[in-house]
């Protein structure tokens, strides 16, 4: 089983940066797809970015492009998510997610999630 610890979260104030980092445990991660989501109170959990097994490809939602970047280091298992500009509507709790195919079953884990708040 693969364990997920995301850390980096806190109160920024609106238009600073924060980098989260998530460090898997367990597996093998230079084979896991890896990603973030977000979910804000009152709403369901929703897509950030994600990045290839070995980060040649990314995609982001329309919401974070250009402000958003995410990275991934295959020595040190961990994924980042660089948040520029940062908004108000940003706030929410990030989640670190990864899935990958063994024996052509698909598993997919969460983080246990960290709190990111902007204020005005």
């Known amino acids: 089983q693969v364990q997920l610890v995301e850390s980096g979260g806190g109160l920024v104030q609106a238009g600073g940066p924060l980098r989260l980092s998530c460090t898997a445990s367990?597996?093998?991660?230079?084979?896991?797809?890896m990603g973030w989501f977000r979910q804000a109170p009152g709403n369901c959990r929703r897509f950030v970015a994600a990045?290839?097994?070995?980060?040649?490809?990314?995609s982001y939602a329309d919401s974070v492009k250009g402000r958003f970047t995410i990275s991934r280091d295959n020595a040190k298992n961990t994924v980042s998510l660089q948040m520029n500009s940062l908004k108000p509507e940003d706030t929410a709790v990030y989640y670190c997610?990864?899935?990958?195919?063994?024996?052509?079953?698909?598993?997919?884990?969460w983080g246990q999630g960290t709190q990111v708040t902007v204020s005005l």
């Open positions: 997610r990864v899935e990958y195919v063994n024996s052509k079953i698909t598993y997919g884990y």
């Open positions: 367990g597996g093998t991660f230079r084979t896991f797809q």
């Open positions: 990045i290839s097994t070995i980060g040649d490809r990314t």
